[in-house]
């Protein structure tokens, strides 16, 4: 089982977007927080042409800053720069920025900073471009697929072009898959939700940082979903509907409601 949802408008994004370079200073490549590496699409980077790029991972409020430190480290390791921020802050999003700045070769500051902002689907992207331009011009919402179209957006700090979310064409491996499933990075009618659980499930059970155990003591994986799913009123003598549960764990995860638990290690 693998994903395959990759829209007309992820291809053409690619494209358009390398067609750019040429009027582009500095990459944002944006991946979540919580799977930072499994979010990174790895057949992005040969498209940059050696343009300065910075990752930038997105809702840094949702895992613990040593996890992160020692993401950043990792990414570091691999000759790559990262930062971490949260979107909706406007002081961590100046700091960006900045760096950003400091990134863009002497010979095209005369004209102001352009940046695009590249990533998969629901990390961040349109809401750090709402920021920087103080307030909201681009549809932003906690599902996959809202920007439909690349654009240029003019702000105080330069001007950015914000990018519909993109998904590589093959993704070979299954758990990446299933964790931008998790994470709401793969549209909703696409999620093999079972498979998504499970892994959701075991990642709740086993990480250190999470709630789960302390909210349901004594109880096993299986045994805490028939008891949400009974609690929640999903499942009754005569019922059962699994996606409700399914879809209620979900929202719980990404919601924070169990801990700052990352999916990637
Ligand atoms: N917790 C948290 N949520 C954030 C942060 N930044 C953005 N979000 C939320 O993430 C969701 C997706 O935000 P968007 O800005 O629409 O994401 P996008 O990358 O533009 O999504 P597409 O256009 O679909 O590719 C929204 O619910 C935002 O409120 C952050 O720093 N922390
Ligand atoms: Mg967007």
Redesign the pocket.
Known sequence: MSIAWYPGHMAKTRNRHQSMLKSIDVILW?VDARAPFSTLDPTLKKTFNNKPFLIVI?????VKASYLDAVKARFAEQGMPAVM?????AQDVKALIKTAERMQSNRRKIGGLRVSIL??????????I?QLAGKST??????????KALRWVETPYGSIL?T??ILWPKIEDVEVGLKMAIL?SIKDTMIPYGAAIDLLMDRLYTHPESKLKALYPGLEPLAILEKIAVDEGFKTAHSFDEMALYQRLLKDYRS?HFGKVPLDD
């Open positions: 944006m997105n809702k840094k409020d949702l921020i949260r979107a909706y802050k990533g998969v689907p629901n990390t961040g992207k349109s809401t750090l709402n681009q549809p932003v919402a906690n599902t996959p697929g809202i920007t914000d519909p979310g709401g924070g």
